[in-house]
């Protein structure tokens, strides 16, 4: 069974820098986009940022400039720095990754368990 590893979370002080990481689990045979998502309390999942399998990457605006998602594809691997931390980045940070386990499986989507980042003096 495949799932998302995700590392990097933790409590920061304002302004300050956190860098997330994430990688499946066992062996896969394809990766498609790979991204990260937020959810604070009491708020709906939303976009932080994507990155496809080309290096594409798109940002949600709140994050625009202050982070940098990137891909090692030798490795699984996909990290997000964020930079310039501010109070209303607090969430929970999920891992999602569109991933064909086999080839002759499709191509679905799985989600990490998730890693609190918390930003606070």
């Known amino acids: 069974q495949v799932q998302l590893v995700e590392s990097g979370g933790g409590l920061v002080q304002p302004g300050g820098s956190l860098r997330l990481s994430c990688a499946p689990s066992?062996?896969?045979?394809?990766?498609?986009?790979m991204g990260w998502y937020r959810q604070a309390p009491g708020k709906q999942r939303e976009l932080v940022a994507l990155?496809?399998?080309?290096?594409?990457?798109t940002y949600a605006d709140s994050v625009k400039g202050r982070s940098t998602i990137s891909r090692d594809n030798a490795r699984n691997t996909v990290h997000l720095q964020m930079n310039s931390l501010k109070p209303e980045d607090t969430a929970v940070y999920y891992c999602?990754?569109?991933?064909?386990?086999?080839?002759?499986?499709?191509?679905?989507?799985?989600w990490g368990q998730g890693t609190q980042v918390a930003v606070s003096s």
């Open positions: 999602n990754a569109v991933i064909k386990i086999t080839i002759r499986d499709p191509f679905r989507s799985f």
């Open positions: 066992g062996s896969i045979f394809s990766l498609s986009t």
């Open positions: 990155t496809s399998s080309g290096g594409s990457t």
